[in-house]
């Protein structure tokens, strides 16, 4: 099919699209615009460049086997024209041609088109305050900013950084700056918790611990009002505190980039994202548009959703491709899958946040389970915390929010339960997931099934719990004289806080409590905790046998609580 | 709800079936009997007791809280009674009771019963040749035999083992032998693939040759026809040599333990596995069983299927307690997982393969990716090698294979796929299967991603691909001089075949043979290659342009070609 196709940008949608077109139909003629002059690279890849672990902005611009992805690239062996500092100005629909311009030296030129493929990405927010545009203040918006940071640091003109917003690429380069560079590291973000919408408060909590543990301080719940300095940036002031600073990143989320769109007549939706279908058609049928710039919808609320992410821009990309070619592929929506790396720790999401769910009117509750990541017998092994988001009645799987290593066994549990949320599994379907079995991949009953079995327990009221949150609630409120900590595990582990808190903390071991009941206060509630919560919910079977049904299970047990930094 | 239950069998599906019953239903009267000593043990941690990952019998019979799981453990905490060294010797159905006897004093007793769980197991099948009765000849059965062969290996009397079988169990105490002991260890195996009829000729050939690089001996295609010695085995004789051996392993599989049931009048499979339905009930409604003892059906194929697993075992376990509760839970069947750790890799299934595909009359056909675990730019990051065994026409994914190292990576590929299988997913699930993307995790089109990319290419015709063994042949053949290997790499990457191989093998990278067309030889068929595949598949694209099609791409490239070990 001979046809003109006009694609505007070239990062991650643009390129993939291009090139699986050209694979399909080569006789397209296909012209690709970028305003940049780095096209085709892995912005998700920032972090590690400024971090040190990526040495150089090229390698994030090279295909797997060392080639740079620039226009001669394009040209001479993908067959595509490339038109690099060249900004798209506006669009004429009636007559399918895009006006563009050269951001260098101002000249003009029109491209017409049969089809034209929008690829505009997104743009980092900036706060609306005084002094941000002084010097040493950097959003995270493309390859040439992350040059511009590392060289800051490189420099050594850095001592104090802050960090504005602590979402995904706040955290990410809190992390690069400090751990690699050394550098003295705080993050503010105006909500309760770090990665906002991304995770639940639970799993927030256990991260914001770890960062703490690695010297990046975090303020919650603040305001940034204004940046300070001469020239260049020497202060962030909050409503609570003034925060040194040699060097700012703004981090506050990004902006879909719609104008294009929407100046030429094409429906944008209420948050500023191009509206497509599954085809990836806009509302102008010879128009596609993908990845950051659009929205998509969320397979497990059904309704739209911005997910900007490099992953689905590819994905969309190659659909696009090959509906240019005549096909007829389709990009159903998305989970809303999530993870990141901080120093040892791996945080992850799949679907949506108990928060989120109970926003969306779903009668929803979240069960917490931690155990070991492979066999309990096998030598090398670490502690998992997995989080379910459940609906009562039905059972349905909503979502799941994991902590783990910095090693994939998180990542693959959560990575299975993502490949179902479309099929709108139950808990029975995850008591009963086949994950691959052998001692140093998994356990028999592997945390998954652990989780599926817990969430049917909590569901049918056989297992009534707490977490952290109200735990460290009563704990606080202990001097009440209302609530009795029942330890379940063995004297050894009881003994330091027995000794410790006397008129609170008790101990009588799982395995002796059928012995011991007489032993057990009648008149107070009693909170049961073990090491992770399994031999807790066992003593919860046994007192309820007992008619003593005023126990509360604390859910992930210690393990959760030195996750989460409390210091009892 | 009182009732006498009655559970024969204590290793893995008997003491969870229990437990589960214990806590829904207190009141029932539960006794547990086993024909061993050692009870509730994970049997799967057996070859790493062996190599002495484990140190002790203890901990593979140990909760998570390191509390040893034996007959007082169940009555204290539990309330559950174990008879140990007992053996059922019948069940007369129509009283409603099981006979049983202790092995040690031959002492009878006849156990009422409202409700009977077998969890009979299985046991390792013996070769009926000369000599296994020879003193050093063990199987795998339980948790004494291992405690036997660790025995004998470190009393220091074992130079040479003979491993016969090159099953999963097999290979693990291959690898436990040799690794960590430093045994001269052979594997004999009468199928011409190590892991037969569990992964494909591709992936086994591909662990063969690390097995050897680890100099484990692996003789294929051998029939054992007897072992010889005097009192003690010294020599394992096959069809074709013969093997000294100070220790033989018999590893060829098992067989379900139905006997009891099927002298009870139970309904007995084809091939002498318990018959049961969704709820885990045999053919009388008062009966349950399940694990090694019984068939499931393969949720892929839709047939009965034998899949004796400590995991399966597990989850059945929890199914077969609830509904003694009176509860109504289910096990839909298995997707047949696999993953077993050999040495520095990993070797995994889920689904079925390509071979087991076309026996079952599927008109299928594999594809072969080979792909970076992560983002190509990230510093750490391991090549990874996946087979998709997908149905032409209707592109339905019917099972994946797959190589990587021993993280999880391709543990956490294989796993979202096996979650995936029973909801039937097609090629373009894969394409769109939303892995959680962050460069420490995986590529922004991850390597499953690239999968069914590559998958919906192969089946439309657009990528005409060849494997390893093809391409073995036709190198061997290349005298004939009907064949010119083109390299699709860098000329550094060529420049040593073509100077070793002239008459064969040629060079025109891939980003240059647009312009280097005339070069292309028009009279021989081209086996186009470069290091995994995708750019030897790029020039296919560009030669069809030029009306060159007799090409031939080989899948996964030279980087498959190594870990064959072919030598080129």
Redesign the interface.
């Known amino acids: 099919m001979q046809q003109n196709v006009v694609i505007i940008g070239a990062v991650?949608l643009g390129p993939?699209a291009a090139c699986r077109l050209k694979?399909?139909d080569?006789d397209s003629e296909v012209i690709m615009i970028d305003q940049a002059d780095r096209i085709s690279y892995?912005g998700?890849?920032i972090p590690?460049f400024v971090s040190g672990?990526?040495s150089d902005p090229g390698?994030?611009q090279?295909?797997?086997?060392h080639?740079i992805r620039d226009a001669k690239?394009f040209r001479?062996?993908k067959?595509i024209q490339v038109l690099t500092n060249t900004r798209a100005v506006s669009i004429d629909r009636s007559k399918k041609v895009v006006f563009v311009q050269d951001v260098r030296d101002g000249k003009k030129q029109t491209l017409p088109y049969d089809r034209l493929v929008l690829a505009t990405g997104s743009r980092p927010k900036r706060l609306a305050i005084p002094g941000v545009s002084l010097e040493g203040v950097f959003t995270v918006s493309d390859l040439n900013e992350a040059v511009a940071i590392k060289r800051e640091i490189a420099g050594g003109k850095v001592e104090k950084a802050v960090v504005i917003g602590a979402g995904a690429i706040g955290l990410e380069m809190a992390e690069a700056l400090a751990d690699l560079w050394g550098i003295d590291t705080s993050v503010v973000e105006v909500a309760d918790q770090i990665l906002p919408g991304i995770i639940s408060p639970n799993m927030a909590r256990m991260g914001q611990h770890h960062l703490k543990e690695n010297d990046i301080s975090i303020y919650l719940g603040e305001h940034v009002l204004r940046l300070e300095g001469e020239s260049r940036v020497e202060r962030v002031v909050t409503d609570k505190r003034t925060l040194d600073a040699d060097l700012v990143i703004m981090a506050v989320g990004v902006t879909p980039n719609s104008k294009l769109a929407k100046d030429a007549g094409i429906e944008i939706s209420a948050n500023g994202a191009i509206v497509v279908n599954e085809r990836m058609e806009t509302s102008d049928p010879h128009i596609y548009a993908g990845g950051d710039c659009v929205e998509v919808t969320h397979l497990v609320t059904g309704k739209s959703v911005y997910f900007p992410?490099?992953?689905?821009?590819?994905?969309q990309g190659?659909?696009i491709g090959t509906n240019l070619a005549g096909g007829n592929?389709?990009?159903?929506g998305?989970?809303g899958?999530?993870?990141?790396?901080l120093f040892e720790i791996?945080l992850?999401n799949?679907g949506i946040s108990l928060k989120r769910a109970l926003d969306e009117g779903f009668d929803a509750v979240s069960v917490f389970v931690v155990?070991?990541?492979r066999?309990?017998?096998?030598?090398e092994k670490d502690l998992m915390y997995l989080e379910l988001v459940v609906e009562k009645g039905t059972g349905r799987v909503l979502g799941i929010q994991g902590l783990g290593s910095?090693?994939?066994?998180m990542?693959?549990?959560?990575?299975?339960?993502?490949?179902?949320l479309k099929?709108r599994p139950t808990t029975?379907d995850i008591?009963?997931?086949?994950?691959?079995?052998?001692?140093?991949?998994?356990a028999?009953?592997?945390i998954l099934?652990a989780l599926g079995?817990t969430a049917e327990n909590i569901l049918a009221g056989?297992n009534r719990v707490i977490d952290a949150d109200q735990f460290s609630h009563w704990w606080t409120e202990r001097d009440r004289g209302d609530t009795v900590f029942l330890d379940c595990?063995?004297w050894g582990n009881a003994e330091y806080f027995v000794n410790k808190y006397p008129d609170h903390w008790k101990s009588i071991p799982?395995?002796?409590l059928?012995?011991r009941m007489a032993e057990v206060p009648k008149d107070r509630k009693l909170v049961l905790l073990?090491?992770?919560g399994?031999?807790s919910y066992?003593a919860q079977?046994?007192l309820d046998?007992s008619g003593i049904r005023d126990t509360y299970n604390l859910q992930g047990g210690v393990a959760a609580l030195k996750k989460w930094g409390l210091d009892l």
């Open positions: 991650a993939k694979r399909l080569p892995g998700c890849g590690y672990d990526v390698q994030l090279s295909t797997s086997f080639m690239f001479d062996v067959d992410s490099g992953s689905l821009a590819n994905r190659r659909v592929a389709r990009f159903e998305a989970v899958t999530f993870i990141i790396k791996s992850a799949a155990q070991f990541d066999a309990h017998f096998y030598p910095v090693n994939d066994s990542f693959a549990r959560v990575s299975a339960v993502a490949a179902m099929y029975s008591s009963n997931l086949e994950l691959l079995y052998s001692p140093p991949f998994s028999a009953m592997d099934n079995n056989q595990r063995g799982q395995d002796e059928r012995a073990c090491n992770t399994v031999r066992e079977v046994i046998q």
